[in-house]
Every structure is written in structure tokens, then in C-alpha cells.
């Protein structure tokens, strides 16, 4: 009888996951939910929810602990869809849990292939939902529909083959009926390109192919046969736009990495933003950060949409920024170039053309010898979630202050499977003990939450950590910010000053989205450290 018990109790707490397009295209409606990787689709990360404020956040306690069955890097964001929470325990288990109380509802177990290659961790950074499903990418290049009520699949498509190093590591994004993903495995020598599929078969609707093959648009930036290895990676989950039904997407870097050689040309679609019809997969338009990059600058970082007052005229834009120290704001429905400028120390380029190019500076790429050149290789920012306060107008991004590398250029052969790099990038350590304390006097590197006016890229504040930083940013209507540090803290900062509110420490690196939502009228915020999640809510 208690089994049974539990069973109905079950089925009545996920049958209410049930979430049409209608939920997800105004998802802004839902402050009590987080219904997509980024919050909504405009991916600003920012939440309505305001019983947490300034005044009362330093009662936050610790609510209760999802301890992952994985050693694995814990990246997911999780959703929340009524009172449910789902997540995924790297690489590829889904968890259904009670949000208010940690109990486990069920899991979904997924065994990758053997085959599977990915170039940095066996990660997952999350889930979609539509109707009744939930939707997830797997390292060895599939895509599978679950029951969000009893965990069962439903279907299971392989989308590429991960002995060619193709992988999915992102949170798919759903559009209208169709589930929209992007491959990984650029470091491997792949041809990238994002995909949709309809959400109840799985059948492909559409392809676009992020490094263009004879007879597309964009080849021509591409010597001789250099695009069929062009790498052109998706890494992280795009936004769209429902009134210019305009899907947007961070790509990757071109490969080889960090040698251009063979590859000259733009070559694009790879360090550009792309705009597809949602429909078709066409595209639209694109811009293209960083051209023909020799230092692993891949833009895949988060677009983040929004409607702000750029040169005295209210703009539809997209804001960003980049792994190659600059930040952007962007006319979302025709590309145009607004501002560009550095949010930490750049020497790869100076200024830009009156159509948004870079300048590049002359020498200010790989040799043999090594070149020293900021940001570094891991980017002045990264593959982390930023977020942008309509409220405070500003951008706010985890970023590395004063990363450098040295990037050395070396001959590579493509053979499939294999990692295909062109070369090398040193830190610090792999200078000279003279060139090491030379550099060190000058400046040190660390990690750093900024915030940024979104329509000039000024900098408003700065709060410094000692360590680097993977944490992605949340903001809420209470002006208050969450975000994290490898150095294992977890912090509540004031979004308009940079005051530090509130702080704990959770034994392990942050390396994901905080995010909030509410159960009964409590707010809780959520975030994973090392590899458990941990939810904390005010005290009672």
C-alpha cells in the first residue's frame, strides 16, 4: 500500500511537467520556473523573483545537497518545471528530483560509447523540456527524448559518429517543434554544424553547416580542401528571438587551432555569431569576431538579447562578451556592428574598420619560437553564462583578468579521431624564470566578476578573487548577483556596487549557472560545486 502510495504521489508531482511552446516563448511569465538553459530565450539569466534581497540575503542557508554518482565535472544548469528540478550527473544521467526537498523521483541512466572523444572533459551543461519530454545531448553524438514523468526514453537518434570526435555537450534549445543542437569536437578535426529535429520523432528538419563546403556561401574563406577539417564547434546553448524568428549561435574556433597555414581565408563560419531562420536553418546574416584565428579564440559564449538605448536610439541587440577580450553589442536583426570594446588587456588587435573588423596587430600570432600574446588561451572569458540586468543596464561576465599564453606553431596532420592542433599554447611556467618575474612584477592573472554598461562596454565595477574562474553569472529584480570562483566560494554580491553580501564555501570549484526559482512561494537559488548541486533558501 505505501508503495503505491508513493507511486501516485510521484505521478502527481511530474505530471504537471507538461510545458508547450506557448510556456517556453514567454518563459518570462514563470518567475517561479527556469524553463530553459539561460532562464528564457533571450539568455539573460536574469529572474523576477525578489524575496531574496540585499537586506535579507544573509540569511541564505543551506537547503538541501544533490550528491552526484560521478566524479566528473558538474556543469549542468538544472530546469525547474513546477516544483521538479531536473539535471543531469555528467556525463549523460538525468535526475528527477522534488526542488523543495532534494528527494530523487527517478534517474535515467545513459552509457556513452567507448568511442566517444571529447577534447575537455566528459561534460553536460543541461536539458531542454517540451510537452512531456525532456531532451539531452550525449558525448558519443546522440540526442535522446525522455519521459519527464517516468524517466523512460522515448527515442534515440545518433546525430554524428564519436569515433570522428563528434560529441554534444550542450543543453539543446527548443524552438516551435523542433529540439536545435550543435556538434562539438573541433580539436578533432571535425566539419561543425548545428541541427534541428522534430521534438516527437527525432527526424531531422534542418542543417546548417558552420564550415561551408563547396557551392555554399562563405567556402571561398577557405583554402584549397582546409574546410572539410574546419572544426566550427557548438559548445553552448543559443537564444532566439520570436519576433524575428531569428535563432542565434555562438561557433567555435577553426581548425587546426594554432596553425593557419593550410587554412587561409577568414574561414568562416568559425569565432562568428549566426543568425538562422528557426524555420529553415537558412541564414540570415553573421559576424565574425575574431577572422582566420590562430589563438583558439572560439566564440562560444552565450548571445545574450536585449532592447536597450545604443547612440541615442533604442536598439533590439545582441550583447557578448568574448574568449578574445572584447565585448560586443551587435542590431540583432541585421548583424550591424554598434560597440567593440577591450573589458580586460588585448594585444592581438587594435581597434577596429567602420564595419566592425579588427585590426589586427602585426607579429601577434603563433611562431615557433613562441609569441606572447593576451588574452590567453583559455580567453579573457570563456564558455560560462553571463547575465544582463534590464533593471541596471549592465552586462555582467566572470572573466580572466591579464591571461596570457605563449603560442607556438607546429606542422600537424589530420587523421580522423585524432586531435588535430597545429601547435601548442604555454602559460607562464613554460617561460624563463627571467621572462616569468618580468612579466609577474608587471602583472598578475586572476579571475574577476565585471560589470559593464551594456551599451558602451565602460566598466561600473570589478570584485577581484585570487584564483581563476568558471562560474557563470545570475542576476534577480533585487539587485542582487550570484556567481563563484575555483577557490570552492559561492557569493551574493550587490549587482549596482560589487559589495560582497554574502558568502559560503562548498568544497569544491564552481563551474556552472547559478540559477533560482520558487516552491510555495519560497525562493531557492541553486548551484553546483565539485560534483554535487546545492540549493539554499532563506531561513525560517
Known amino acids: 500500500m505505501r508503495s503505491r502510495l508513493f507511486l501516485l504521489v510521484l ?10 511552446w506557448e510556456r517556453l516563448k514567454n518563459a518570462e511569465r514563470e518567475s517561479q520556473n527556469w524553463l530553459t538553459h539561460s532562464g528564457t530565450n533571450l539568455s539573460q539569466r536574469h529572474s523576477a523573483l525578489s524575496s531574496i534581497h540585499p537586506g535579507n540575503v544573509k540569511d541564505l542557508e543551506l537547503k538541501w545537497v544533490f550528491q552526484a554518482a560521478s566524479f566528473e565535472k558538474f556543469e549542468a544548469t538544472p530546469l525547474v518545471v513546477d516544483g521538479v528540478l531536473y539535471t543531469v550527473q555528467a556525463p549523460n544521467d538525468i535526475v528527477a528530483i522534488d526542488a523543495a526537498t532534494g528527494r530523487i523521483f527517478w534517474t535515467y541512466n545513459y552509457a556513452p560509447s567507448k568511442e566517444s572523444r571529447v577534447c575537455c572533459g566528459r561534460v553536460n551543461r543541461g536539458l531542454a523540456i517540451l510537452g512531456d519530454l525532456l531532451y539531452m545531448g550525449t558525448i558519443d553524438g546522440h540526442l535522446i527524448a525522455v519521459d519527464a514523468k517516468s524517466g523512460k526514453p522515448v527515442w534515440n537518434i545518433a546525430v554524428d559518429r564519436p569515433e570522428a570526435g563528434y560529441s554534444l ?13 550543435g556538434v562539438a569536437g573541433g580539436e578533432y578535426g571535425i566539419r561543425g554544424y548545428i541541427a534541428a529535429y522534430d521534438a516527437k520523432t527525432g527526424k531531422e528538419a534542418w542543417r546548417f553547416y558552420t564550415v561551408p563546403g563547396p557551392g555554399e556561401a562563405g567556402n571561398e574563406t577557405w583554402a584549397g580542401d582546409s574546410w572539410k577539417t574546419g572544426g566550427g564547434s557548438i559548445w553552448v546553448t543559443g537564444s532566439y528571438d520570436a519576433e524575428t524568428n531569428l535563432t542565434y549561435w555562438g561557433v567555435g574556433n577553426p581548425g587546426p ?3 593557419g597555414d593550410g587554412r587561409m581565408g577568414d574561414n568562416l563560419y568559425s569565432d562568428c555569431v549566426v543568425a538562422l531562420d528557426a524555420d529553415t536553418g537558412k541564414l540570415k546574416w553573421h559576424y565574425q569576431f575574431t577572422p582566420h584565428d590562430e589563438l583558439d579564440y572560439d566564440a562560444v559564449q552565450v548571445p545574450v538579447l536585449g532592447d536597450i538605448e545604443v547612440q541615442g536610439r533604442k536598439r533590439q541587440v545582441i550583447l557578448w562578451g568574448n574568449r578574445n577580450g572584447l565585448y560586443y553589442v551587435l542590431d540583432r536583426k541585421t548583424g550591424e556592428f554598434l560597440t567593440g570594446k577591450p573589458f580586460t588587456k588585448v594585444t592581438w588587435m587594435d581597434g577596429f574598420d567602420a564595419k566592425g573588423r579588427p585590426k589586427k596587430v602585426a607579429g601577434m600570432a603563433p611562431s615557433k619560437e613562441g609569441t606572447l600574446i593576451y588574452p590567453g588561451v583559455q580567453g579573457a572569458t570563456n564558455w560560462y553564462s553571463p547575465s544582463y540586468s534590464p533593471k541596471t543596464g549592465m552586462f555582467y561576465l566572470s ?15 589530420y587523421k580522423e579521431g585524432q586531435k588535430f592542433l597545429g601547435g601548442y599554447p604555454r602559460s607562464s611556467f613554460g617561460l624563463s624564470r627571467g621572462a616569468q618575474a618580468n612579466i609577474r612584477k608587471r602583472e598578475q592573472g586572476h579571475g574577476a566578476v ?7 562596454g565602460e566598466k561600473k565595477w570589478q570584485l577581484d578573487f585570487v584564483d581563476v574562474t568558471d562560474s557563470g553569472i545570475l542576476t534577480t529584480a533585487t539587485d542582487l548577483l550570484f556567481a563563484g570562483n575555483r577557490e570552492e566560494h559561492f557569493y551574493a554580491i550587490h549587482a549596482r556596487t560589487g559589495a560582497v553580501l554574502w558568502r559560503t564555501s ?13 516552491v510555495n512561494g519560497q525562493q531557492y537559488v541553486a548551484v553546483s560545486a565539485g560534483n554535487s548541486l546545492f540549493v539554499f533558501g532563506l531561513r525560517r
Not at 169 to 181: E, F, G, S
Not at 506 to 518: D, H, V
Open 11 to 20: 505521478s502527481v508531482c511530474v505530471v504537471e511537467a507538461q510545458v508547450n
Open 169 to 181: 555537450t550542450h543543453a539543446p534549445l527548443i524552438v516551435k517543434d523542433k529540439v536545435i543542437v
Open 257 to 259: 587551432d594554432w596553425n
Open 399 to 413: 572573466a580572466w583578468e591579464n591571461s596570457f599564453s605563449s603560442f607556438v606553431k607546429a606542422a600537424d596532420t
Open 450 to 456: 565585471m560589470a559593464l554598461d551594456a551599451a558602451t
Open 506 to 518: 562548498l568544497g569544491g570549484a564552481i563551474a556552472s549557472g547559478p540559477m533560482t526559482y520558487a
